[in-house]
């Protein structure tokens, strides 16, 4: 069974999106306070599974379709 990461890996070039842990950690923080004293304690409330770094707005539009097709939230 394909898995929506998949797909997504197979729909868009490697070129535009990162499943690297070290920077699935870097894009898992913000600057919210409860966020801040979490990761202050080892733990992180949220980990994505793939970054997306877009560089057009085409590449957007055509994320945001496929994730609507796929019920994948964004």
Same mark, same amino acid.
């Given at each position: 069974?394909?898995?929506?990461? !998949?797909?997504?890996?197979?729909?868009? *070039?490697?070129?535009?999106?990162?499943?690297?842990?070290? %920077?699935?950690?870097?894009?898992? /923080?913000?600057?919210?306070?409860?966020?801040?004293?979490?990761?202050? !304690?080892?733990?992180?409330?949220?980990? *994505?599974?793939?970054?997306?770094?877009?560089?057009?707005? %085409?590449?957007?539009?055509?994320? /945001?379709?496929?994730?609507?097709?796929?019920?994948?939230?964004?």
């Amino acid at each position: 069974m394909e898995t929506w990461l !998949t797909a997504f890996k197979q729909a868009f *070039p490697p070129e535009i999106w990162r499943d690297n842990p070290d %920077e699935l950690d870097f894009y898992s /923080l913000d600057a919210c306070p409860r966020v801040t004293k979490l990761h202050q !304690t080892g733990q992180s409330p949220y980990r *994505p599974e793939v970054v997306f770094h877009a560089r057009f707005p %085409e590449q957007v539009s055509k994320l /945001l379709a496929w994730a609507n097709q796929q019920g994948v939230p964004v």
